[in-house]
């Protein structure tokens, strides 16, 4: 007997799809059963009936007719709306953390970014930026994105946030996942938007919030 609520069961479908899409082992544009979703989640198939349309809502699934469900596909569409959407979003809520985080965070962020930025320099110039630190500096970046929206402490945003930084991940994990080649230049992109942030200057850190993933944007459609 599963004594588990409805609504626990369809939190842990969702956290299993999102999981395993997050982990490659659904990939963008796949096509995917009800009855191979029960499998790789090990979940019933009530559950995933239930979560069906909340992933239809949400953009990571979408029914081709006679085809079935198909994984969100990355194309130059989800490129683009993804990307405007963090701008939208990212560029204001950097303007209000400015005004509005203490300055033991920005300090907090500030260190953690110099410092993963000393390792990863050192690295680069000896054996070389190996997996471990890039997954370490890849946390550290969706770590300060996230805690800048976070901040505005608004759910209906953090939210939709939430899902877009799904399919952001999805964009990445297709074309331009943080590697050797970007990992340094990206958290000096960070520490521009933190120097902003401490002198306290909200249209310099939206502004510097701005370059950064405009320029992120841009990096994705060239690799299409």
């Not at 979703?37 to 019933?44: A, M």
């Not at 320099?121 to 054996?127: P, R, S, V």
């Not at 939210?159 to 590697?179: C, F, G, P």
Request: proline residues 3%.
């Amino acid at each position: 007997m599963n004594n588990k609520a409805p609504g626990n069961l369809r939190e842990q479908a969702y956290g299993s799809f999102t999981e395993h899409l997050l982990a490659r082992s659904l990939r963008p544009g796949q096509f995917v059963s009800q009855r191979e979703l029960v499998e790789l989640t090990g979940l019933g198939l009530g559950a995933i009936r239930e979560l069906i349309p909340r992933l239809e809502a949400e953009g990571l699934i979408k029914t081709v007719p006679k085809r079935g469900m198909q994984i969100a596909h990355v194309d130059l569409n989800l490129i683009r709306d993804a990307f405007e959407f963090r701008i939208f979003i990212e560029t204001e809520a950097t303007a209000l953390f400015t005004q509005r985080a203490s300055d033991a965070d920005i300090e907090r962020h500030d260190q953690e970014h110099r410092a993963i930025i000393a390792e990863c320099e050192n690295a680069a110039a000896h054996e070389g930026i190996q997996p471990e630190l890039v997954a370490r500096a890849q946390a550290i970046d969706w770590g300060f994105h996230h805690a800048i929206v976070d901040a505005l402490g608004n759910r209906i945003i953090g939210d939709a946030y939430r899902v877009n930084m799904i399919k952001i991940r999805l964009i990445k994990q297709e074309q331009t996942q943080l590697n050797n080649a970007v990992i340094i230049p990206t958290m000096k992109e960070h520490l521009d938007i933190i120097d902003a942030i401490k002198s306290r200057d909200p249209a310099a850190a939206d502004a510097a919030m701005r370059q950064h993933i405009t320029g992120a944007l841009h990096r994705a459609i060239e690799q299409r």
